[in-house]
């Protein structure tokens, strides 16, 4: 079942714009994403903190993804995890 992964980061929780684009240089993820993942937004909230919002063809893809590639890559350069995680199962999504 496809899930929604939204991660929140609060203000100065060390996920700016320029660590968000060092991390998606570093797994090569610019211009493609992970397998697994059908979608991918990223913003940022009123108060200046860091929302990603994902659509995954699994919680178990996104958890192989966290384990192998992000989780790794973010410890490398220094960008701690979210403060806050969100997994919602989709009914519907095209």
Known sequence: MSVLIVSEWAPGAGMSAESYWRLTDDMDLRENLPEGCEYHISGSSDEGGAILSE??????????????????????????GPTKVSVLPLIRHF
Do not use: D
Not at 55 to 80: D, H, I, M, R, Y
């Open 55 to 80: 659509v995954w063809t699994s919680q178990e893809a996104f958890q192989t993804f966290l384990e192998n590639k992000l989780g790794p890559a973010s410890a490398a350069a220094g960008v701690p």
